[in-house]
């Protein structure tokens, strides 16, 4: 009967049924030859019956561990971790000057020791030049700049008040020629303010 089951089978299927048919018989033996057959046992010869587990269509067998530490088997809880690199500091001997994220960088580490402590400056200066070739009213060149200072305050760091953030931020620009030499109505630079200007521009607390 099994001879003219595999036969009848195209060569994939004919060499599984035949191996389960196989299996089948051989534990079938197994079972009359042990009446107390041992448990192990029984799961290898489950599993040879089976094949392997979580195929499609097939119901999973009995597991002593979930699918998913099967899946993670090959991590041992006791490994060791190791740790991430630190950072390269802004400074020279450091992290590259080209990927730094400001001009002067960590300088002698004070700017990350500030923001540790809760407290964050930045500054910038812009510098706009222009100058009339042709036309307009004066054809002569002229600068406009402007400097900002900032500071950030977090006093959840700096006092223990939590969600607590004071800001100031400070600029002064010095205006010359630019429209007014142009002679237009729309403006070149957007740092044209029609006046020289220093002021505490902003000054806020949030929590």
């Not at 964050?120 to 030049?129: E, G, K, N, R």
Request: proline residues 6%; contains cysteine.
């Amino acid at each position: 009967m099994r001879r003219d089951l595999c036969s009848n089978l195209s060569l994939p299927v004919l060499v599984r049924a035949c191996i389960a048919l196989g299996a089948s018989a051989s534990t079938s033996l197994a079972q009359e030859s042990s009446p107390a057959s041992d448990p192990l046992s029984n799961a290898s010869a489950s599993e040879m019956e089976f094949g392997p587990q979580d195929l499609p269509g097939q119901n999973p067998g009995t597991r002593e561990r979930s699918p998913d530490e099967f899946k993670s088997a090959d991590v041992r809880p006791d490994a060791p971790v190791t740790p991430a690199a630190p950072e390269d500091r802004e400074w020279f001997g450091g992290a590259k000057f080209w990927t730094w994220g400001h001009m002067l960088g960590d300088v002698a580490g004070g700017r990350s020791f500030l923001e540790d402590k809760g407290l964050s400056l930045a500054s910038s200066f812009t510098l706009d030049w222009s100058s009339v070739y042709s036309g307009g009213r004066r054809n002569v060149a002229s600068t406009r700049h402007l400097f900002d200072f900032n500071a950030t305050a977090d006093l959840e760091k700096l006092m223990k008040l939590p969600g607590a953030t004071v800001y100031a931020d400070f600029y002064s620009g010095s205006m010359r020629g630019g429209s007014r030499d142009v002679g237009d109505l729309q403006g070149i630079s957007g740092l044209d303010t029609g006046r020289a200007v220093t002021q505490l521009a902003q000054l806020w607390f949030e929590q």
